[in-house]
């Protein structure tokens, strides 16, 4: 009997080796998608997802105060910053599958599902490809100690589907479309073309995933009768415990359907705040 969607979400929440959890994460998102594309969808289902997913004995994780800081100009530093994006990655292909378990009791139409299955095959792939940019510069995932404080945000909105959209696609997505051209160039100046070539991609389809995220946050506040740049306001400052940090981009934010009115007053509260 096939698996449904939500049980196909916790064997990849479940599976703790990184390379054969982003395998299976490829295959139950084929199997999604072809079965929509046959117009015989399989069944969303129930199943109950972990409280945290199941992870590799490497990397040792730490609190991000601890996490070494290496200079980016160096080999070293530039195999740091692409270890820690396959960390971001790979806990994206978490987060995308948990938002399919951990919310399926909701009322959602299938494009949901189908929304948040690619997003994931995407990051699935989005690893791998740096896990190819780390062996060709002589590291591996694994290598060096990661961030321990990236579940955190699951945890805290696993009781709220908009506060897990306002605050994982809309917030912490958003911020890599920031950051990414920064790295870009970076790789650029040290002749790292493939690194290059896998940031271009991940930073192009970054944008759909946080534009994932505004539309079904949109469709929320629509079916609820809510002002969404209200409730986002509120959801952001109880759920997210960071700050929103200037420089933006504002284009690529305005492609994936933040305009600045949703994120330049957080950053404007927060600095009153102190």
């Known amino acids: 009997m096939a698996l449904t969607l939500a049980e196909m979400a916790v064997e990849v ?14 295959a139950h998102a084929a199997a999604w998608l072809a079965s929509r594309a046959a117009g015989v969808p399989l069944a969303v289902g129930r199943a109950e997802p972990p409280l945290q997913p199941a992870r590799p004995a490497a990397p040792e994780l730490l609190d991000p105060r601890d ?5 980016p100009g160096s080999l070293a530093g530039r195999q740091a910053m692409l270890h820690a994006v396959a960390h971001i ?6 987060l995308h599958w948990d938002i399919i378990a951990r919310f399926c009791d909701q009322p959602m139409p299938l494009g949901f599902y189908d929304d948040w299955v690619r997003a994931a095959d995407d990051e699935c792939r989005h690893f791998l490809m ?30 709220d589907l908009q506060a897990r959209l306002a605050v994982v696609p809309m917030v912490l997505e958003a911020r890599g479309l920031d950051v990414t051209p920064g790295m870009i160039a970076l790789f650029q100046g040290a002749g790292e073309a493939g690194a290059v070539a896998a940031l271009q991609v991940i930073y192009a ?15 929320l506040c629509g079916r609820e009768g809510t002002d969404p740049k209200e409730v986002f306001h509120d959801l952001v400052r109880r759920y997210f415990h960071g700050s929103l940090k200037p420089p933006f981009n504002e ?3 305005a492609d994936a359907g933040l305009p600045p009115d949703f994120y330049w007053p957080l950053v404007e509260a927060r ?4």
């Open 13 to 26: 929440l479940t599976c703790g080796d990184a390379l054969q959890k982003v395998s299976l994460g490829r």
């Open 67 to 71: 996490v070494p800081r290496r200079k």
């Open 89 to 94: 990655e790979l806990n994206a292909v978490d």
């Open 130 to 159: 740096l896990c190819d940019c780390l062996a060709a510069m002589g590291s591996h995932y694994g290598a060096l100690p990661a961030h321990a404080g990236m579940w955190r945000a699951a945890e805290d909105t696993m009781g």
């Open 205 to 219: 389809e970054e944008v759909s995933h946080v534009a994932y995220g505004s539309k079904w946050f949109n469709w």
């Open 251 to 253: 284009e690529k934010r």
């Open 271 to 274: 600095g009153q705040g102190g």
